[in-house]
Every structure is written in structure tokens, then in C-alpha cells.
């Protein structure tokens, strides 16, 4: 059975962007999100973040980066980053303003605040579908590295998801048989669109 996934983090683009990317080009059917106010990408300093709007092209960012401080952002891997990422889609895009239509059916998160924000936001939406959606977060640090090892990580889980008959019947079972082999704790539940 195929499905349709959607990766979400916070504001920065890079777990779930790493992630949209790794299962694009595994022939995944699979959107990334936002959650922030706006798109935050580090700065010359911790106070000093470089700050665009949703919906900002990504290749607008990188030259706007690559303008200010070419170095800087080569070194810490986000024009790199940002490069990736308009090879998977022209800008990032908010999940409050575009996920509401009910086209996915499995979303994942690599903060546990996001995976908050969506649970509650998918129970507090009316549920005229009646159609089920897992969510599931997958605890990434937010660094080059480590997003991608979630996007593999991620991968493996879809593939699994992918092969069960029914994920509502074994999706304990796939999350106890990940955990085991990862020794990575998951959170997850079941909402409705």
C-alpha cells in the first residue's frame, strides 16, 4: 500500500527537508512543514538569526546568505542546506496553512513540541473525513548529522509502515520492533482528519 507522508519540525527546514529529501528519492509520496511563525536559520550569533517568511524561495535565501557572509554559512553547512532543499520544492511551507485538506496518512515530527502542536491541532479541527492519520516523532537533534541519521531512520519506519497489511493493527508491533532495533524511543498516536 502506498501512502502519503508529511515530515514537520519546528522553523529551521533541516530535519524534515533532510528527510522529504531522503524519501522523494526512494519514490515516497511525502511533503515537509514548519511549525514556526516564520523560517529561522542560524545567524552570526545566537541573537542574530536570519528570519524569512514562509513561502521565501529557498534559492532567495541562499543568495541572500551568500551575500551577507559566503564563509559563514558554507562552514556551518546552510547554503548547503539550502541548496538541497530547493532541489525538493521552490520554499518552505507552514503546516497551519497547508496541511488542513486531509491528504496524509502518516505525519512525522523530530521534536516532541511539535509532535504537541500537531496532535493537538489535528483534535481540534473538525473531523469531516473520518479518515485516519498516525503521527509519530522521531526525537532528532537539530544538526547536520544528526537529521541524517533521522532521515534514514525515518526511511526504515516508512519502509516498514509500507509493508505491513494494516498499520492500525501492527503499528505497536512496527514502534516495539523499531525501538528495539534503534534504541530509539518513539511517541505516537491516532487523529482523524
Not at 4 to 21: G, I, L, P, T
Not at 115 to 139: A, C, P, Q, S, W
Request: aromatic residues 10%; proline residues 4%; contains cysteine.
Amino acid at each position: 500500500m502506498k501512502f502519503r507522508y508529511a515530515m514537520v519540525c519546528s522553523s529551521n527546514q533541516n530535519r524534515s527537508m533532510e528527510a522529504h529529501f531522503l524519501l522523494k528519492k526512494h519514490g515516497f509520496e511525502v511533503c515537509s512543514y514548519g511549525t514556526g511563525a516564520h523560517v529561522k536559520l542560524p545567524g552570526p550569533s545566537l541573537r542574530e538569526p536570519n528570519v524569512y517568511d514562509f513561502g521565501t524561495p529557498y534559492k532567495l535565501m541562499h543568495d541572500d546568505l551568500r551575500s551577507k557572509n559566503p564563509d559563514l554559512y558554507r562552514r556551518n553547512g546552510i547554503l548547503p542546506m539550502l541548496k538541497r532543499n530547493s532541489t525538493v520544492k521552490p520554499a518552505p511551507q507552514r503546516w497551519q496553512e497547508n496541511a488542513a485538506d486531509g491528504s496524509f496518512d502518516v505525519v512525522f515530527t523530530f521534536e516532541e513540541k511539535v509532535f504537541d502542536m500537531v496532535v493537538e491541532d489535528l483534535h481540534t479541527r473538525d473531523h469531516v473525513l473520518m479518515k485516519t492519520v498516525l503521527v509519530i516523532n522521531l526525537e532528532v537533534k537539530d544538526n547536520h548529522d544528526e537529521a541524517a541519521v533521522g532521515a534514514r531512520l525515518t526511511l526504515d519506519l516508512c519502509q516498514q509502515i509500507e509493508a505491513a497489511k494494516s498499520w492500525e493493527e501492527s503499528v505497536d508491533d512496527i514502534i516495539a520492533g523499531f525501538e528495539k532495533q534503534h534504541r530509539r524511543k518513539l511517541m505516537f498516536s491516532v487523529s482523524f482528519y
